[in-house]
């Protein structure tokens, strides 16, 4: 029989994970399967690719999705909420404190010129993420077609509804043109549905009290729940969503604000989702420093509560879900869909930026240090700060 996993050991090894998670969820998976797979025997790396299909399918943000499957795993739905939090609290934390980085500089007498670079490098990593995603998902005409036409849409269109639209699009257009007979069959599924319900009244609640409150922390704390159940993927994809909605519809912020905090992420380790406290910190400070840090919290709660509650509901009933045909051929339209979403994002903040030699210049380095895969995400952020503060404008 096997040995009963101890929970301490098993969190130590999930923040373990967080510390070395730099990036989205490709990077993550490497992290996932060195320690949990190869080093600790969590389960199998068959088990961890299942996991990843299945979390790709869900909205929300697949890798911590993923390590909290493999928590649930693990240990059930107490283990699966304490990796919750051991995994994301650090970075919602650290990406709150450096909300207040403007208002920081301000008072000390720095000029945010600092911070020039760090914009055009946050284009540079969208670029590179766009590339290697794109490389994966467009495997044949059908893809590469919907890869373009959802970068095209995107791009004349960046209203928030926009997104889920093209993503479900997406995945019924592969699974019709797949040919195959036998998409659906009978399976037993009885899934825990209480984690639905709470799911579904969380969201129509929200709804409902961002209509009676506007402006309110509770309107806030809806946006970023509904980015959490809108959005596919990793970091990258809720990006364009997040930029036209908070910066381009409400203006909480500007495209210098938006991109900063964008770079930051890079550099810190844990998930990029994270950059919602970032966010929903700057879209509440003019209520004060002490509810701003609660934008920054409520920002985080809200983006990965919806992606936690469904791997509640789905785990339990996954060996049986993933023998249906029809997930598994949605998830190339919709990986496809969330590739051109990508793509356009980066020209679209790049735009944004401002397209001087400067500018795409950093980009460019930005890039090309990636592509090397030598140069660590957190050292370009380091390095494009050092450049802001001493290099001449």
């Not at 994970?17 to 969590?42: N, S, T, W």
């Not at 095209?152 to 019709?176: D, E, S, Y």
Request: charged share 10%; net charge positive; glycine share 10%.
């Amino acid at each position: 029989m096997e040995q009963p996993v101890k929970t301490t050991a098993f969190l130590a090894d999930v923040f373990v994970c967080a510390l070395g998670a730099y990036g989205g969820p490709e990077a993550h998976m490497g992290v996932f399967l060195d320690q949990l797979v190869v080093r600790r025997k969590y389960l199998t790396e068959g088990e961890l690719v299942e996991l990843l299909a299945l979390c790709s399918v869900l909205p929300g943000p697949t890798s911590t999705q993923t390590i909290v499957a493999v928590g649930y795993k693990t240990g059930g739905p107490w283990l699966a909420l304490l990796t919750m939090l051991v995994w994301a609290a650090p970075a919602i934390a650290v990406m709150t404190i450096l909300s207040f980085m403007f208002s920081f500089l301000d008072a000390i007498g720095l000029s945010r010129n600092m911070l020039r670079f760090i914009g055009p490098a946050a284009v540079g990593f969208i670029v590179v993420a766009a590339w290697k995603i794109g490389k994966k998902v467009v495997v044949d005409r059908l893809t590469a077609f919907l890869c373009l036409i959802s970068a095209l849409i995107t791009w004349f269109f960046h209203t928030p509804w926009v997104f889920p639209v093209l993503l479900a699009l997406g995945g019924v257009v592969t699974v019709v043109a797949s040919g195959e007979k036998t998409l659906w069959k009978r399976v037993d599924l009885n899934p825990p549905w209480i984690y639905l319900f709470i799911f579904f009244f969380i969201a129509g609640a929200a709804l409902v009290g961002a209509a009676v409150f506007p402006g309110s922390l509770v309107s806030l704390f809806e946006k970023f729940y509904r980015y959490g159940y809108l959005v596919f993927g990793g970091g990258q994809v809720v990006v364009p969503l997040m930029y036209s909605e908070l910066v381009d519809v409400y203006r909480y912020m500007d495209n210098t604000e938006f991109l900063t905090g964008y770079g930051l992420v890079q550099g810190i380790p844990g998930p990029m989702f994270s950059f919602a406290s970032w966010a929903g910190a700057l879209a509440a400070r003019s209520g004060g420093r002490v509810l701003q840090a609660v934008g920054g919290m409520l920002g985080g709660l809200g983006i990965f509560l919806p992606g936690l509650l469904l791997i509640y509901f789905v785990y339990p009933a996954w060996e049986r879900l993933k023998s249906i045909p029809a997930i598994r051929i949605s998830l190339k339209g919709i990986g496809a869909v969330a590739g051109g979403l990508i793509a356009v994002a980066a020209f679209v903040l790049a735009a944004k930026n401002g397209l001087t030699a400067v500018n795409l210049l950093a980009t460019a380095i930005t890039i090309a240090l990636l592509l090397t895969g030598r140069v660590p995400a957190p050292l370009i952020v380091a390095l494009a700060l050092l450049s802001g503060f001493f290099l001449p404008l």
